[in-house]
């Protein structure tokens, strides 16, 4: 049984990862390579190797009551979504909440990770890590990797002919920042995801203009859904979930377009996804559809070649004098510090049981945490999987035999095609992937004893968000706060942005509403008699 666990990062997946170890009384060490914790969400001025990198305006698209970790709400203060220097904010309060702060070693790069020669029969790791300059190697009996997968940039310069020639500035999003150095320039912004969107929308309101080239397309969501409600509230639900599974595809497709398109035509703005049939994950953005509206972003088809001064795109259109091309075509998954074969399958491809454990090792004592991505937060996902991973450790929880997961893991790929399309991520259903872990570590909420026992929290469960308290309500990791949270999340969320009352008897009242009625047939009556 491990009892040494290495984990390495402090971002959002390492802080659950070195929570949860600590929790199940293992002894956990945390290496980080920066000075401090959050990863992704702790901001810079310039982009560094082998870290993620954001701009500076990046809010989450999650919303507090969906992105906390399950047993630790974000603060009441904090607005719906937040930016990245809050959520920052939020994750440190995380870290000395847990006392997690003296388990983390800062300024400490993991550069390998090796099986040890007698991994068959103890599943012990060698890992050595590079400390100002000098080297060290300790063994462990396990390996959480949280190094997160916003990192290597992907941009397949051979797709775009011609950007050799090319004499403008040309780079990845990673390298944006902010917008002020791109003021009164001629901008074009390639791929149509979070980040080209976001930086397209940044950069239109100073740029001379922008245009926004995108192969494929994309449903764009609002942040601000149903009755101005965060998205996440109204859609991530488990009743959503559950007809979800038992319409006929047809039908749930047909709603999901509908919900989709909801704001607005996505055809008539050139965004519409090419094959509709595939269920491509929605980009959130609140102001691209205006931007489109006023013409300060320019929505174009896929690039079909760069000359020295423009960009060629596929229907023929020409954008002349391109100062900055701006290539958010994503990111790659790379393990430098450890053998590739290790997590990725013969296709090159991450392959790893539920998104976190190889399938093919001697011993299950490397896990995977927050790589999987869905439509609901990564604190609650990467919670659930270091709680999980950590009962695999232990022995409390066990995974099949090796050729059932390799199985397993070929048929998802091949439902992950047909549902995703040929989407670089690792996509899957929130709400069924956390079900399907939190059944494994025994801590998925039951329906039938919440209806019988508590039927006001079972409705709450049933039709509300399926916010990350509700896989800390039961079963081991029980959070005793979760009932309470699960019931005023609502409250939170309306609290947050009424922040002027309007008493009730500005509104219009039920009594006029009901007036109104009773003075309708009256009026028909009126027009009926000067009619006749
Ligand atoms: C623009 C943008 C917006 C996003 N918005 C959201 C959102 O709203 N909601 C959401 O849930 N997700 C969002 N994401 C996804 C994001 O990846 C996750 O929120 C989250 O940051 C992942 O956390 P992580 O801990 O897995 O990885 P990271 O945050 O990348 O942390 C990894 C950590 O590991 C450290 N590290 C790496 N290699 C080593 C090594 N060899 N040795 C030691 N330390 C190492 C790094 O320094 C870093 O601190 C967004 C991503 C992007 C790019
Ligand atoms: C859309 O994708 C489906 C499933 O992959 C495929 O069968 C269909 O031919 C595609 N349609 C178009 C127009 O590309
Ligand atoms: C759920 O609760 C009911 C009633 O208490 C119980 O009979 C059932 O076994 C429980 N189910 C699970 C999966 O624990
Ligand atoms: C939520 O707020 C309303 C109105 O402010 C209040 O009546 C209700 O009791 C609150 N609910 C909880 C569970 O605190």
Not at 295 to 315: L, Q, R, Y
């Amino acid at each position: 049984m491990a009892q040494n666990v290495a984990v390495i990062g402090a971002g959002i997946s390492g802080l659950a990862a070195l929570k949860c170890s600590l929790e199940a009384g293992l002894r956990a060490t945390c290496f980080e390579k920066s000075d401090s914790v959050g990863g992704l969400w702790n901001f810079m001025d310039h982009a560094e190797d082998g870290r993620a990198s954001i701009y500076r305006s990046v809010f989450t698209n999650a919303c507090k009551e969906m992105m906390c970790y399950p047993d630790f709400p974000i603060p009441d203060e904090y607005p719906n979504f937040m930016h990245n220097s809050l959520f920052l904010d939020y994750l440190r309060l995380y870290a000395e909440h847990f006392e997690l702060l003296r388990h983390i070693k800062f300024k400490t790069a993991v550069i390998s990770v090796r099986k040890r020669p007698d991994f068959a029969i103890t599943g012990q790791w060698d890992v050595t890590i590079e400390k100002a300059g000098k080297k060290e190697s300790a063994v462990f009996d396990a390996v959480l990797i949280c190094t997160g997968h916003h990192v290597y940039p992907n941009l397949p310069l051979v797709s775009f002919p011609g950007i050799e020639k090319f004499k403008g500035h040309y780079m990845h999003n990673r390298d944006y920042k902010e917008p002020t150095q791109y003021a009164g320039k001629r901008i074009l912004v390639v791929g149509l995801g979070n980040s080209g969107a976001d930086i397209a929308v940044e950069l239109c309101r100073t740029a001379e203009k922008v245009c926004l080239s995108t192969r494929s397309g994309s449903w764009i969501m609002s942040r601000v859904w149903d009755k101005g409600y965060p998205w996440d509230m109204v859609y991530l639900t488990r009743f959503q979930s559950f007809l979800n599974d038992i319409l006929p595809r047809a039908i749930s497709d047909w709603l999901y377009e509908n919900m989709m398109e909801k704001r607005f035509n996505h055809k008539n703005y050139g965004l519409a996804p090419l094959n509709r049939s595939l269920r491509k994950e929605p980009v959130f953005n609140d102001d691209l559809a205006a931007c489109i509206m006023c013409g300060t972003v320019v929505v174009k088809p896929n690039i079909k070649e760069f000359t020295e001064t423009s960009a060629v795109f596929d229907d023929g259109s020409v954008m002349e004098n391109v100062d900055v091309v701006i290539f958010a075509t994503g990111y790659s998954y790379a393990y430098p510090f450890m053998d590739d074969s290790i997590v990725k399958n013969s296709k090159n491809q991450v392959s790893l049981y539920k998104g976190v454990f190889p399938p093919t090792l001697e011993k299950t004592t490397l896990g995977v945490i927050g790589l999987v991505q869905s439509l609901g937060g990564i604190p609650p996902t990467s919670d659930i999987q270091a709680r999980w991973a950590i009962g695999v450790l232990k022995g409390s929880c066990k995974l099949p035999p090796k050729d059932k997961m390799l199985e397993e893991l070929n048929e998802a790929e091949g439902e992950k095609k047909s549902w995703f399309g040929h989407s670089e991520s690792l996509s899957t259903d929130y709400v069924t992937y956390m079900d399907e872990l939190s059944s494994f570590i025994g801590c998925k909420p039951n329906l039938s004893k919440l209806f019988l026992t508590d039927p006001k929290l079972y409705w709450e469960v049933f039709f509300g968000p399926c916010s990350p308290y509700q896989f800390r309500l039961m079963g081991p990791g029980k959070w005793h706060g979760a009932r309470k949270a699960i019931l005023n999340q609502w409250n939170r969320t309306i609290q947050a942005t009424r922040t002027r009352v309007v008493s009730s008897h500005t509104q219009a009242s039920s009594f006029i509403i009901l007036a109104t009625l009773l003075f309708m047939p009256l009026l028909l009556l009126a027009v009926f008699l000067a009619w006749s």
